[in-house]
């Protein structure tokens, strides 16, 4: 389990806080989704909890352990980070998702961690990619090999930066659907901020808005309704249901 409590950071020490007691807790095996408008936190949030940056305020937990206090290396391996801007440099796909076994092995990769490649590209169906360039490939099939050396670190909990930013339709459901499977089959929690709040909803067990720094609402699906989404993001929308399924429209297309 994740619990972030009250967490406090700034940039500048004397400037205004961007994290001003921001607190969320997140089960193993559920997906969270951090919504919000730029600038609201998220991927402060993000930094503080991979120990890019250092709270000034508050605690980091995962499964009752300390993470401000984690050695890097031991943190790698419980937490792996897909960006969204993914850079792998002149490398196969086979190496570059070896590159997610560096906490584990350092300098030089044993055969443990050779097998370990191996499981996963036949577990995401990858095989046929494994002597590929990676620069070749397209911006969802990138997305599924940033996953992949991600699943090498073995990690408890995935943080995802918008994950689907810069890919076409088809290739968000794809990162999607391979995320929420990873999620229920390997009991792993997700962390991830979004846009779409349509894809949230699809995506997403448990919800976090943010505002000013704060985690003002969480909860399941149903903390999402119009009068929440009216605070958060200054704007006027319409849920309604179709196919047994929320959707939430925008209520100024409605309106013209």
Do not use: W
């Not at 919504?35 to 508050?58: A, C, M, R, V």
């Not at 560096?102 to 050779?114: I, T």
């Not at 397209?138 to 909990?157: N, T, V």
């Not at 929440?228 to 704007?235: E, G, L, P, S």
């Amino acid at each position: 389990m994740l619990t972030c409590e009250n967490l406090t950071f700034r940039y500048d020490r004397s400037g205004l806080p961007v994290l001003n007691g921001a607190s969320l807790e997140l089960k193993q095996g559920e997906i969270g989704i951090l919504l919000g408008k730029n600038g609201s936190g998220k991927t402060t949030l993000f930094k503080n909890i991979l120990g890019l940056n250092k709270p000034s305020g508050g605690a980091i937990r995962f499964d009752g352990e300390n993470l401000l206090k984690m050695p890097r290396r031991e943190r790698a391996r419980r937490i792996a980070y897909v960006p969204q801007d993914i850079r792998f440099g002149a490398l196969s796909v086979f190496d570059s998702i070896l590159m997610g076994r560096v906490s584990y092995f350092g300098l030089k990769a044993s055969p443990e961690d050779y097998t370990a490649v191996e499981k996963i590209l036949r577990d995401m169906h990858l095989e046929s990619y494994a002597q590929r360039n990676v620069d070749e490939l397209s911006g969802g099939e990138r997305q599924k090999i940033a996953i992949a050396r991600a699943m090498a670190q073995e990690p408890r909990l995935m943080v995802f930066d918008e994950p689907t930013g810069n890919l076409d339709i088809a290739n968000e459901q794809l990162i999607i659907e391979e995320a929420k499977k990873l999620a229920r089959e390997k009991n792993i929690s997700i962390l991830s901020s979004l846009h779409d709040l349509n894809q949230a909803m699809y995506f997403g067990d448990k919800f976090f808005f943010l505002k000013n720094g704060v985690v003002k609402y969480a909860g399941g699906k149903e903390i999402i309704t119009e009068e929440v989404i009216r605070d958060i993001f200054d704007i006027d929308v319409k849920i309604t249901e179709i196919d047994n399924r929320k959707v939430i429209l925008n209520g100024n297309l409605l309106a013209s």
